[in-house]
Nanobody, 118 residues
């Protein structure tokens, strides 16, 4: 019954911007910390950004995206966003949304493809 649906992926040129969205249903959204992961071909899935539950007062970013990406949440819309700017070819990956709550199982979306290429 829990569903996470990502959108906003696509093809973008180096230096461009893109905003990903993840809409959650079937859970009490504000109780869950939310995060974005990505997985490039031949590489392990890695944490990109995370935001705390409730008002999202705390965020954390991978060193590789710090200063370029911004995670945010809108509890009224049950949505978490990832604003990406100054995109690089190495940002190319499938991006996944994850919801987390202490002591409970995580939920994952199916992913959205981001390709940065000229």
């Amino acid at each position: 019954q829990v569903q996470l649906v990502e959108s906003g992926g696509g093809l973008v040129q180096p230096g461009g911007s893109l905003r990903l969205s993840c809409v959650a249903s079937g859970l009490t959204f504000r109780y869950y910390a939310m995060s974005w992961y990505r997985q490039a071909p031949g590489k392990e899935r890695e944490l990109v950004a995370e935001i705390s539950a409730a008002n999202g007062d705390s965020t954390n970013y991978a060193d590789s995206v710090k200063g370029r990406f911004t995670i945010s949440r809108d509890n009224a819309k049950n949505t978490v966003y990832l604003q990406m700017s100054s995109l690089k070819p190495e940002d190319t990956a499938v991006y996944y949304c994850k919801s987390s709550r202490l002591f409970l199982a995580d939920y994952w979306g199916r992913g959205t493809q981001v390709t940065v290429s000229s």
